[in-house]
């Protein structure tokens, strides 16, 4: 744990406590963090501290029901929610608070499933960063080539077969996927994988498998929800968009789309250089994609002088 960050709870309106890292203000404004499905911000530490070494004040958070913020299903591995509704209201509220004791430019970056409800929150009107950097967003789940229109209705169905809050799979991010393959998913880096393992060695509490079909069922109706015609079009921030044509877990062609629909986006896209984990990547891939940020920061939401 790097020396100046501070790890701490923090309540939303309805009283749960979210567990969360602050790193003190720095000169060049505020970043908030929010990490993917099954996520926790030690995972990011190396990136996080980076952006804190850049002048960054830089806070992350769990997602309510992962990591140290409890659970939402009926198990300590299973993801669950209700519906992804809850984490928009939740990441709305944190936003605000946190943009409301901190200096701007204010910067919201996120990954995987926290891209998709991060993307979502700005899409909707519930926050407006000064800019958005979204690292592999779910914006489309696999199989990429069924369009989720099409997967919805047969997820409902099966969630409705049984208790929704019970696991789709057994094991981690995919179905199938042993503990070793698990890597092959997220980053090419063994020594990078190997960190977040040390992680859930030493916090057993962050250790997520499987996701529920409930789950799966309300992550495909807020994938529709986003594919809506003209909502991404509405959104007058700048988007910096990351993903990866082989990418395992999320759909790189629902990212091209959703750069192109975007007014402000922008994309950067990898090949097989470059799993799941972008920021987690070898040095090479992460360097880039690092550069791209600053970059794309600097230009849209540079320092306030």
């Not at 529709?224 to 079009?233: F, I, N, Q, T, V």
């Not at 402000?264 to 880039?288: K, S, T």
Request: proline share 7%.
């Amino acid at each position: 744990m790097p020396d100046a960050a501070r790890e701490s709870r923090w309540a939303l309106p309805d009283g749960h406590l979210l567990r969360r890292i602050d790193w003190p203000a720095g000169p060049r404004g505020s970043i908030l963090f929010m990490p993917g499905r099954g996520d926790a911000y030690e995972k990011w530490l190396e990136t996080l501290d980076g952006w804190h070494h850049d002048g960054w004040q830089v806070t992350s958070a769990d997602w309510r029901g992962q990591a140290g913020s409890g659970r939402l299903g009926h198990d300590r591995t299973t993801g669950h929610v209700p519906d992804f509704a809850v984490w928009v209201a939740d990441y709305a509220a944190l936003y605000a608070d946190w943009a409301a004791r901190t200096s701007g430019p204010h910067v919201a970056v996120a990954h995987s499933m926290g891209g998709h409800l991060v993307l979502r929150a700005v899409a909707e009107g519930a926050v407006k960063p000064d800019a958005l950097v979204l690292s592999a967003p779910m914006l489309g789940i696999h199989p990429a080539w069924i369009p989720a229109r099409v997967l919805h209705p047969v997820a409902r169905t099966i969630a409705g077969l049984g208790d929704p809050a019970r696991p789709a799979w057994k094991g981690g991010e995919k179905p199938g996927a042993q503990p070793r393959a698990r890597s092959l998913l997220l980053t090419h880096d063994e020594s990078r994988y190997d960190d977040e393992q040390w992680w859930r060695h030493r916090r057993p509490e962050l250790a997520m498998g499987a996701a529920s079909w409930g789950w799966i069922e309300r992550a495909l109706a807020s994938i529709r929800a986003l594919e809506a015609p003209g909502l991404l079009e509405g959104v007058d921030v700048p988007v910096l968009l990351l993903g990866t044509a082989i990418d395992g877990l999320v759909s790189w062609p629902a990212i091209r789309r959703a750069a192109a629909r975007l007014p402000r986006g922008e994309l950067v896209g990898y090949g097989a250089e470059c799993r799941h984990e972008i920021l987690r990547e070898v040095d090479a891939v992460r360097d880039r994609a690092l550069a791209a940020i600053a970059a794309f920061l600097n230009t849209h939401a540079p320092a306030w002088g």
